[in-house]
């Protein structure tokens, strides 16, 4: 007798612990669909907003050369930026404040 109680108990244990774990992942799902829709009318409402700057995604597959020397340009001026920012960091005075990194970004 012992031993149906006891695993009644468990079977209405294990059934309960399904049942929450179904309930807890259908509001997960709910909230992740919600997300969804508030994210789709607020790309709706931004698509209703003139834009001065038009911004396109490249069709090829990746960057031109052109696109990666600029970027290597602008790599190589932010490390030598962020070399004088952690020596003015270290030693601060007004001549490492108004230093020349030395390299510019350059057009071509």
Known sequence: MLGVLVGGL???LFGAMVL???????????Q???RAQELEKVRAE???IPRFIVVSQPT?????????????QVQEY?????????QFVLQP???SL?????SRPTRH
Request: charged content about 30%; overall charge negative; proline content about 4%.
């Open 98 to 102: 108004y230093r020349d990194s030395g």
């Open 32 to 34: 992740f669909n919600e």
């Open 60 to 72: 090829g597959p990746h960057a031109g050369p052109l696109d990666e020397k600029l970027f290597w």
């Open 93 to 95: 005075s007004v001549e």
């Open 10 to 12: 468990f079977a209405f």
């Open 46 to 48: 931004a698509a209703r």
């Open 78 to 86: 932010l490390e030598a930026e962020q070399v004088l920012a952690d």
């Open 20 to 30: 929450a774990l179904f309930f807890g992942a259908r509001s997960v799902e709910d």
